[in-house]
């Protein structure tokens, strides 16, 4: 199985501010990467898919990039609405692994 | 717009199998694979399986292999996701989504409570 390791496990950020977050998988996924944001209580939602690709309706500040085994997430001016955890999630193969969660919180 | 209904919340007793429906709409129900995702109380995503509703074929997570059984009915484009012998660490919401490229649809979640 693919294991996919995000980091960091939580971050404190200020509205504004530019946030990464990092994916890395245990072997090549090619660009098969894909991240979701969860609130509490909620559904997950799809931000970005194929690594680059923003799903209808996202924000243009959210961006994705990587290749192989390292991908990033980033959110280039945090808003109050971003408050979230984020998975990031590999399709290349199955068992469709997704990472631990990076919870991103109000500072 | 596309939707995954899904059937309501469940309370259980160990030792009891469960079945979750999922009820899809506004798109081809066979053109799409369906992925079962459950989610503990705090913890993160975890995927379970998936089924192929335009072949009926299927692809279990190892951890549910014997347990877990995800079937689809195309009359009434639903899918189904049972899961027997229930233990406490079962409990979870349980999700399915529908895959593109991605999950790009996702039922509302069905919650699973696990008591005796």
């Known amino acids: 199985d693919i294991q996919m390791t995000q980091s960091p496990s939580s971050l404190s950020a200020s509205v504004g501010d530019r946030v990464t977050i990092t994916c890395r998988a245990s072997q090549s996924i090619a660009g098969y990467l894909n991240w979701y944001q969860q609130k509490p209580g909620k559904t997950p939602n799809l931000l970005i898919f194929s690594t680059t690709i923003l799903q209808s309706g996202v924000p243009s500040r959210f961006s994705g990039s990587g290749s192989g085994t390292d991908f990033t997430l980033t959110i280039s001016s945090l808003q109050p609405e971003d408050f979230a955890t984020y998975y990031c999630q590999q399709s290349y193969n199955t068992p469709r692994t997704f990472g631990q969660g990076t919870k991103v919180e109000i500072k | 717009q596309v939707q995954l209904v899904q059937s309501g919340a469940e309370v259980k007793k160990p030792g009891a199998s469960l079945k979750v429906s999922c009820k899809t709409s506004?798109?081809?129900?066979?053109?799409?694979?369906i992925h079962w995702v459950r989610q503990a109380p705090g913890q993160g995503l975890e995927w379970m399986g998936w089924v192929n509703p335009n072949s009926g074929g299927t692809n279990y997570a190892q951890k549910f292999q014997g347990r877990v059984t995800m079937t689809s009915d195309t009359s009434i484009t639903t899918a189904y996701m049972e899961l027997s012998r229930l233990r406490s660490d079962d409990m979870a919401v349980y999700y399915c989504?529908?895959?593109?490229?991605?999950?790009?649809?996702w039922g509302q979640g069905t919650l699973v409570t696990v008591s005796s």
């Open positions: 989504s529908r895959e593109a490229l991605a999950f790009d649809y």
């Open positions: 506004k798109y081809t129900f066979t053109d799409y694979y």
